[in-house]
Nanobody, 124 residues
Framework: QVQLVESGGGLVQAGGSLRLSCVAS????????VGWFRQAPGKDREFVAA????????NYADSVKGRFTISRDNAKNTVYLQMNSLKPEDTALYSC?????????????????WGQGTQVTVSS
């Protein structure tokens, strides 16, 4: 089993920045990749960004490209999501997830473990 704990969410004004953290524990050696997803009230879960555990490749949703950066620190078993130039439409519950195998990084169905999420609210 792998446990994931997110932190770093909060309330920020439009144009501001936040850095989310996702700390993994347990059988972390089994992790192939980690993704960030978000879900706003009344909307479907949406892919945000993903990175494989080696850090060689990363994927981003078009809506966050150029504003968000995903990175990882394997020594700390932590994946970060740096969010800059935040917009009100970025408001959502952000969750990280881990997958054990090579698969579609953009699909929630590819992920085996999920954290509880951290709330990000961007005011206009």
């Amino acid at each position: 089993q792998v446990q994931l704990v997110e932190s770093g969410g909060g309330l920020v004004q439009a144009g501001g920045s936040l850095r989310l953290s996702c700390v993994a524990s347990g059988r972390t050696f089994s992790i192939y990749g980690v993704g960030w997803f978000r879900q706003a009230p009344g909307k479907d879960r949406e892919f945000v960004a993903a990175i494989n555990w080696s850090g060689i490749s990363a994927n981003y949703a078009d809506s966050v490209k150029g504003r968000f950066t995903i990175s990882r620190d394997n020594a700390k078993n932590t994946v970060y999501l740096q969010m800059n130039s935040l917009k009100p439409e970025d408001t959502a519950l952000y969750s990280c997830a881990a997958r054990r195998r090579y698969s579609d990084a953009l699909s929630p169905a590819s992920y085996d473990y999920w954290g509880q999420g951290t709330q990000v609210t961007v005011s206009s």
